[in-house]
């Protein structure tokens, strides 16, 4: 895949305690079954997708993601049973090849959730799981800013992918309901991290959201881009140690019958 790769695993994983919470509480949604072929898609480093098939007892899991700096580390984590493969889950379908479909922090990430998800649903045999976690938070000042910012320095900046591709937890409780589940889950929850300062938000974001300014400002302009937000965003939160940091996620399971 021929795209800028702006996702640096190490950055990612500073806050992985606070991050692995949702991933957890999404496994937890899916219900147990023998032998699961697993899909994580947007798998990212690989390490909870092997535990998470592990943990559903998997006959076989696959990790599926877009970065090659991703998919490199993830394959460290392979296995007989665990294989991962770069590609992109804004087309991903693989026809009634899987038992559970999980996506973990990752559909965000890609537009049109609607054709998504129906993609997902068939790539689910009968009796197969749908388990999904988006980040909700787009309303949060972390992202408000950078975004306020980006419009002052690049002329066409990428736009927020959470605000733009994110729906509302009801909209994903109808379209599971049209996809032909009749079981569902779907909810919103405000997780609280507790980050040793407001400063961290700021590599929280450095981490994700903020990968997409990369590309377009250069070394330099990233730079400068990260010491301005950074100035702005503690102006904003204050410089509070502890800082509890609310992150809405939505998570929602479904099962076909
Ligand atoms: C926030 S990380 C989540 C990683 C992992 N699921 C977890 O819970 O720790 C988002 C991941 O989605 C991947 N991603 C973003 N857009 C993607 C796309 N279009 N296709 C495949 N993977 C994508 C990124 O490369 C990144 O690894």
Not at 120 to 130: E, I, K, T, V, Y
Not at 201 to 209: A, L, N, P, R
């Amino acid at each position: 895949m021929a795209t800028f790769d702006g996702w640096d695993p190490s950055q990612y994983n500073r806050f992985a305690a606070q991050r692995e919470q949702p991933f957890w509480d999404l496994a937890r949604l899916v219900r147990a079954v023998s032998s699961p072929a697993v899909v994580d898609l947007g798998c990212g480093d690989g390490r909870l997708t092997a535990t998470l098939g592990e943990t559903l007892g998997a006959a076989a899991t696959l990790g599926v993601d877009s970065s090659p700096a991703m998919i490199d580390r993830a394959r460290s984590h392979a296995s007989e049973s665990v294989r991962f493969e770069l590609g992109d889950i804004g087309v991903w379908e693989e026809r009634e090849a899987f038992d559970v479909v999980f996506a973990n922090a990752s559909m965000q990430w890609v537009p049109d959730h609607r054709a998504v998800m129906r993609r997902w649903a068939g790539s689910l045999r009968p009796g197969g799981q749908l388990a999904i976690q988006v980040p909700s938070n787009a309303d949060h000042p972390a992202h408000l800013l950078a975004e306020e910012l980006a419009r002052e320095v690049l002329d066409d900046p990428p736009p927020d992918a959470v605000a733009r591709n994110v729906l509302a937890p009801e909209t994903y409780a109808e379209l599971l309901d049209e996809l032909g589940f009749h079981e569902q889950h779907v909810r919103l929850q405000v997780y609280v991290h507790r980050l040793s300062s407001s400063v961290d938000v700021v590599e929280w974001m450095k981490g994700t959201s903020l990968t997409r300014f990369k590309e377009p400002l250069g070394d330099v302009g990233w730079e400068h881009f990260v010491s301005v937000y950074r100035e702005r965003l503690i102006s904003r939160l204050g410089d509070r140690r502890p800082y509890l940091y609310p992150f809405k996620r939505i998570l929602m399971w479904a099962q076909r019958s």
